[in-house]
């Protein structure tokens, strides 16, 4: 994209004229020479440069600063501005991007004052806006390049102008061509646009590009070319080996832009470039298990700074580093924690930079850290109590662990359980662990209608885990899907009885209509009967026909015929659960 800068107004502009000139009526002298020149005479000459006085015997005269060819095109861009656009120079001292250019501006031919730069671009700059010009007058343009120690080029190249009102876009077929380009990339050409007032030169395109045909947005372009361009290289597209679809429009020094339509497509070329690392720059020791790496964030071409991913690699030296597995993996961010490690062992660390398309860096930078040494478990009270206990969930509380080495927030709690008291089996996995530091959980999935029994131990961040006995016990309640529509569908809900589209009494204990036909319903076959009454078993018609209760209508459910009458077992889950709510859980 061009860049521009701007006289602040025509009275600047005039000030740096005034000093023009070579001699007066009176045969003064206010010639000023500019930068590696110095005056002989009324003459600016190059430093270095001398006169033999005639004799042949002539100095090669030692020219200092940037290569530059100057100026390119100098282009109105309104009545009162005119749009001035170079070509990059090369410095032997400066880097392209922060070489800065000088714009000396006349309103005659030669008419600069090279001691007194009418305005300076910023580094790196191909193009400058002038303005507050003065309308239909004419001005003649030098640019000469300045690198970092201010060595300034000498060229004398020149363009003139004058400041008119432009209103007319340029002439521009619109892209001719679109190919794949490494770094999921896309070269787009053209041939020049042609304007009646802007030289080639001056002209910048506008790219718009879209992922599905004809849906480019063209109010906004998403890349701009240098001016004088007949291609770009779109990168940074959002997927490599991707089609993508494009529109370039050319605009003139005035904005001018012209409004063709032509579409070219191109699939994005592969991303082959790792992103630019330097890897770690530090790394410390945490505690026993962990060890903190930082790292300043990496540059990819195509992958975003937030997406790179950084992994962590370990060796027992510099020279074993295992570069296939790493220890730990962070995606963006300038720093990792990577734990599991041993306590008191030495670490030397690898940091590598990993962009979306898994192209990793190459750096080799070691830091080395040590683990501390842990062997003593935390100091824990257990579990402190045991509450909200419905059929599949509990929940548990207990109070911080102290730990000589782990911070009280890396400490974590394994929940042992048993369906007996003091039955829990410490050697084998712990039913749950909690998140590091919290001081309670929920357990779920736990069974119901169960009496459990529940010991929880602390466990430092080197893997030190107390012993404490502490237990506690809770009875989950009876769960009407997992104990008594299990009842029903294996003994009432079978064949032709209590199932399918005329089931017995109008019953239909089918799972999931079941809880519906039964809780503060009617019974069918006896009047002002309810078939479950909600915490009243003795009261409800259901469990009355399971018992062979006095006062029933009929005989025993399930029939003693059909082979499935209930056990006891099974008919105290029904009464426990309508006495406990008669919940649908």
Sequence with gaps: MSRTASIASLPALTVGLVMLGCGGDDGGNNVSCGDGTHLEGTTCVLNGSTDGGGDGDETTPVVKGPKFDGITSLSSASSTSLFVTWNPATDALTATALIKYRVYVGTTAGGQNYSAATLTSPPGASSVLLTGLTPGSEYFVVVRAVNAVGEEDANKVEKSAKALDDSKAPTFDGATKAESADGSAVKLSWTPAKDEITATEGIVYLVYYAAEAGKENLT???????????????????????????????????????????????????????????????????????????????????????????????????????FTKPLGTFTGGDSGLVSGLKPSTEYFLVCKAQDAADNEDDNKSVWVAKTSEDGTPPNFLGLESVTNVTATTADLAWKDAIDDKSATADIVYDVYESTTAGGQDFTAPPRATSEKGATKMTLTGISPATKLFWVVRARDAAGNRDTNKAEKSGTTAVSYSLNVQTIFTANCATGTCHRGTTPAAGLSLVEGVSYTNIVGVAASGKAGAIRIVKSNSTGSYVYQKVTNAAGIVGELMPPPASAGSLSTTEKDLIKAWIDQGALNN
């Design 220 to 322: 906004v372009p998403s890349f701009v070319s240098a001016p004088g361009a007949t291609s770009i290289v779109v990168k940074g597209l959002p997927k490599p080996k991707t089609k993508y679809y494009f529109k370039v429009r050319a605009r003139d020094a005035a904005g001018n832009t012209d409004l063709n339509t032509v579409e070219v497509s191109a699939e994005s070329g592969p991303d082959v470039a790792p992103p630019t690392f330097s890897g770690c720059t530090d790394a410390t020791t945490k505690d026993a298990v962990s060890i903190t790496v930082r790292w300043n964030p990496a540059t990819d071409d195509v992958t975003p700074q937030g997406a790179i991913r950084y992994n962590v690699y370990a060796g027992k030296d510099a020279k074993s580093v295992d």
